[in-house]
């Protein structure tokens, strides 16, 4: 029997390829420190587990599909504390913001159409793409400038007449690069000039730093219509595993498409909606403090990068990933190596390749992917591993 194409052709998740290796590494009994993954390690705050306590349905029946109203009405009131008016209609309760990217592919494109994405981009995006038959196109953007949009040329020159959209994540997940609202304008004109959607994932929306001011694509008035919004609790609130997550369009052509999406699945989890109402009830000063513990792990990593010999970095403005040049030509072998050849003191460190988050994967070849979602100890410490490793592995080679 055959495997269809579509999911041969997939590519397995660049952030997880190296796993079997950490597994071995920890069967051995090694520490693994996880620089690989955008897990917060933030405890899930009480509010949501309160939630969960105080979900007394006798039935657990299935959920409207486009999601309970009351959590819509609290989507709705937590984008306008951003200055993002959207009504509860507007807004669709998803299984994680993943569900509401797969949804918006298969609700603006047909087998064969494209979608533009800013490279490196998050590797998620080319896994759902290939499934629903979708081919992304990306238009560079480069370390030298810490991972800013050049021009409003650099995205027109890769438009076809099959491109349907442009999409990004801001803050970006895998460089940390936090749009400014002249980059916005250069999306929105190519996006207005070509008729194409835009679709904006900003599940990182809050964590931006340097006291910079986040602004939303859908402050640009003429864009409203194109504009897909993507957003989900998960990173913010630190309930990855709890999938809730929303689509948001005023586009009343999609609305009514979304809707059979929605039904396609029958309904969201009923339990974790309400505990989810629990979360969008915490005041933002929690979500402050977040940002802040993000921040000074940012700086931990810049600073201890910055000193080592060889390896290239920028200091990225949000998110809690950046990208790393360093000198090794096969960064790939370099990070496998890391977890079977190397450690100190019995603890080695794990990072995602960065060739997975490239369409052209020789430009990605020596750099890697980092999260900071360690501790600042964990963090000096697999830092120290990483410069160790390097002089060792260069010496080796
Ligand atoms: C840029 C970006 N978008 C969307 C997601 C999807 O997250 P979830 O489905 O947990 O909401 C992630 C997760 O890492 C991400 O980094």
């Known amino acids: 029997m055959l495997i269809s194409n579509r999911i041969r052709n997939t590519k397995m998740s660049a952030i997880r390829k190296l796993t079997p290796f950490a597994k071995e590494a920890k069967q051995k009994g090694l520490k693994v420190y996880h620089m690989n993954i955008g897990q917060p390690d933030i405890d899930t705050p009480e509010e949501y587990f309160e939630g969960l306590k105080n979900y007394h349905k006798k ?10 109203d009351e959590l819509r009405s609290a989507f709705s009131n937590f984008l306008g504390k951003n200055n993002i008016d959207y009504s509860p209609e507007e807004i669709y309760v998803t299984n ?5 990217l797969l949804f918006s592919f298969l609700m603006i494109c047909d087998e064969g159409d494209e979608i533009l994405v800013p490279e490196p981009y998050y590797s998620n ?11 992304l196109v990306s238009f560079e953007t480069f370390i030298e ?15 076809t007449s099959k491109t349907k959209a442009i999409l990004y994540s801001n803050p970006s997940n895998p460089t940390g690069v936090v749009y400014s609202i002249k980059e916005l304008q250069m999306i929105a004109d190519v ?19 340097d006291g910079i001011k986040y602004e939303s694509i859908f402050s640009i008035e003429k864009i409203r219509e194109h504009l897909i919004l993507i957003d989900s609790l998960s990173k913010r609130y630190s309930v990855c595993g709890s999938r809730v997550g929303m689509i948001a369009t005023k586009n009343k052509n999609l609305r009514e498409e979304i809707v059979k999406l929605c039904q396609s699945r029958l309904s969201t989890s009923s ?52 990208i790393a040049s360093l000198p090794v030509d096969d960064a790939e072998d370099f990070c496998k190596w890391l977890l079977t050849d190397f450690n100190i ?15 052209n994967n020789e430009v990605g070849k020596s750099q890697i992917r980092l999260s900071y979602c360690i501790s600042v ?21």
Request: net charge negative; proline share 3%.
């Open 59 to 68: 039935v657990l029946g299935y959920e409207p599909s486009e999601g309970i």
């Open 96 to 100: 994680g913001g993943s569900e509401g």
């Open 125 to 135: 995006y080319n896994t759902i793409a290939n499934s629903c038959g979708v081919k």
């Open 145 to 159: 400038d810490g991972f800013h949009i050049k021009s409003k040329e650099s995205i027109e020159k890769v438009i």
């Open 191 to 209: 996006a207005h000039e070509n008729n194409l959607y835009i679709i904006s994932d900003e599940v990182y929306r809050e964590l931006v730093y």
């Open 271 to 322: 339990v974790e909606q309400y505990s989810a109402l629990n979360l969008l009830k915490i005041p933002t000063s929690y979500i402050e403090n977040i940002r802040d513990i993000y921040q000074e792990r940012r700086d931990v990593v810049c600073g201890i990068l910055g000193k080592i010999d060889g390896v290239k970095i920028y200091k990225p403005e949000g998110a809690f990933y950046l």
């Open 345 to 359: 003191n019995n603890e080695t460190v794990m990072f995602a390749p960065a060739e997975g988050f490239y369409m």
């Open 377 to 397: 100890k964990d963090l000096e410490k697999a830092l120290h591993i990483l410069k160790e490793g390097l002089r060792s592995y260069n010496n080796k080679n």
